[in-house]
């Protein structure tokens, strides 16, 4: 399958008639590798380039139409895509906590997931 990494992108959103906010994350999926000299150097310029275009198709348009085949196949990448890089994150940021204890995990997250559109 295809290899690409999620590059978050914080948002503080202000709160109403306060001084809080709050952090919305997004994520863009970017490619393992970035270019392939080698399919450039053989005249490939298209090919080159198409595991970046490939990932960055995920997250370019949300909620694509899905009449097709191929439309279908990005809606669930990019439903994989999302899922995944936000529970890596829960993960990696519990992980990062001193003296919390595993047992803790669900007491300390809660996840909710939306598909609306």
């Known amino acids: ?13 202000p709160a109403f008639d306060s001084y809080n906010t709050i952090n919305l994350r997004l994520w863009k999926a970017t490619p393992a590798k970035e270019f392939d000299l080698g399919e450039f ?9 198409s595991e970046r275009q490939r990932a960055e198709n995920i997250t370019n348009v949300l909620y694509p139409a899905d ?3 191929q439309g279908k196949e990005l809606r669930l990448r990019q439903q994989y895509f999302f899922v995944c ?4 994150d829960i993960v990696r940021r519990f992980k990062k906590r001193e003296g919390w204890d595993w047992s803790e995990f669900s007491s300390k997250n809660a996840i909710q997931l939306n598909d609306t559109h």
């Open 1 to 13: 399958g295809d290899v690409c990494m999620a590059m978050a992108y914080d948002n503080p959103i």
């Open 41 to 49: 150097s053989e005249g490939d310029y298209m090919k080159a380039v």
């Open 67 to 69: 009449h097709t085949m």
């Open 85 to 88: 890089a936000t529970l890596q």
